[in-house]
C-alpha cells in the first residue's frame, strides 16, 4: 500500500532508496533528519527526530543513494502523510532496482538545462497529467511501444544529443534550445496512446499539432522565460522532428533532433525484434530492409 494512502499511526516496514537528506531546525530548536525515500510505487519523506548534529555529515553519506529497510509509523503534516522513522538499516540491494527512467529523465534535465528552459519545461509540465506522460507508449507498434516507452525514447535522444554536443563543440551555445526540443517533441502522444498503447479517438490529429497547442497555451510565459524567437524555435523543432516524413527541418536545431529521432526509432526497432527471432532464415525486418543476425 501507498505511504499516502495509509491511515495515521499505521506501521511501516518498507525498502526504500534514499536520495538526499537534510538537516532541519525544528520549532523547538531541536534538530531533525528528513529522508527523501522512494519504493520501486511510491515516494515519502521519513523523519528522524532529535539528532545529533555531530553524526549528521556521516549519517547522511551512509544513507543516501542507499537502499534502506526503515521501520516507523505514518505521520501526517500539512496534510500529507510522512513516516516517523524509528529504526534503519543500509541493505547491500541496487539503488537502480529503485530508479525510474523518469526520474532519470529529470535528473538529466536538472543537470544539462539553464534556470530559465528548466523552468520553461516545468512551466508547461505542471499544466500536463505527469502520470500519462510517465505511463505514455512512443509507439503503438513500433519503437518503445510499451508503457513507459515516451519517457524512455526521449531519455535515450537526450543522451544521445549529450554525445553530440559534446564532440560538436559549435552546438553547445544551442544545447538548451535542442535539448527542450527533445522533451517536448514527441510531447503530443500523450493524447494519441491509451494507457494500453491503443491509438485514442484523438489519434486522427497528429501528436506534433498536440505538442504545438500545448506551447502555445503558455506562449506569453514561455517568451518571458526564454524571449520569443526560443520559443519559436521550439516550434520548429516539433513541426520539423520528421523531416522528410513530414515537415521538412527548417533549422539547425530541428535537423539535429530529427537526426537523433530517427536514429534512436530504428536502431530501438531492431534492438526490440532481435528479443523475438523466430524466423527460421535468422533475420528481421527493420524500416523496410530485410537485416540479418
Known amino acids: 500500500m501507498l505511504i499516502k494512502e495509509m491511515t495515521v499511526g499505521s506501521a511501516v516496514n518498507v525498502k526504500c532508496l534514499c536520495s538526499e537528506v537534510e538537516l ?60 516517523k522513522i524509528t529504526s534503519v538499516k543500509v541493505t547491500d540491494e541496487p539503488a537502480s532496482d529503485y530508479i525510474s527512467d523518469l526520474d532519470v529523465f529529470s535528473k538529466f534535465l536538472k543537470e544539462h538545462l539553464s534556470e530559465n528552459y528548466l523552468s520553461m519545461i516545468k512551466l508547461v509540465f505542471d499544466s500536463i497529467d505527469s502520470d500519462k506522460f510517465a505511463a505514455s507508449y512512443a509507439d503503438e507498434a513500433h519503437h518503445d511501444n510499451m508503457s513507459g516507452g515516451l519517457v524512455r525514447h526521449t531519455l535515450k535522444m537526450l543522451k544521445i544529443a549529450e554525445t553530440v554536443i559534446d564532440n560538436l563543440p559549435d552546438l553547445k551555445s544551442m544545447s538548451d534550445r535542442i535539448y527542450s526540443g527533445i522533451v517536448f517533441h514527441d510531447i503530443g502522444k500523450i493524447w494519441c496512446y491509451s494507457s494500453t498503447g491503443r491509438t485514442t479517438d484523438m489519434a486522427y490529429v497528429d501528436h506534433k499539432a498536440f505538442g504545438i497547442e500545448l506551447l502555445s497555451q503558455h506562449k506569453q510565459e514561455i517568451i518571458g522565460l526564454i524571449s520569443e524567437d526560443e520559443y519559436y524555435q521550439l516550434l520548429a523543432i516539433i513541426l520539423g522532428h520528421h523531416g522528410g516524413y513530414g515537415e521538412p527541418c527548417r ?35 527493420v524500416n523496410g530492409m530485410r537485416l540479418h543476425i
Not at 28 to 43: E, P, Q, V
Open 24 to 83: 532541519i531546525t525544528c520549532s523547538n530548536w531541536s534538530k531533525a533528519l528528513f529522508l527523501h525515500l522512494k519504493t520501486k510505487d511510491d515516494s515519502f519523506i521519513g523523519k528522524i527526530w532529535n539528532v545529533n548534529t555531530s553524526d549528521v555529515d556521516s549519517t547522511a553519506s551512509t544513507y543516501t543513494d542507499k537502499v534502506l529497510d526503515i521501520t516507523g509509523k505514518v505521520i501526517q503534516y500539512k496534510g500529507v502523510n510522512e513516516v
Open 251 to 285: 533549422s539547425v536545431a530541428a535537423l539535429i533532433v530529427h537526426k537523433i529521432d530517427a536514429l534512436d526509432a530504428v536502431l530501438t526497432e531492431a534492438v526490440q525484434k532481435l528479443r523475438t527471432v523466430t524466423d527460421a532464415n535468422n533475420s528481421i525486418q
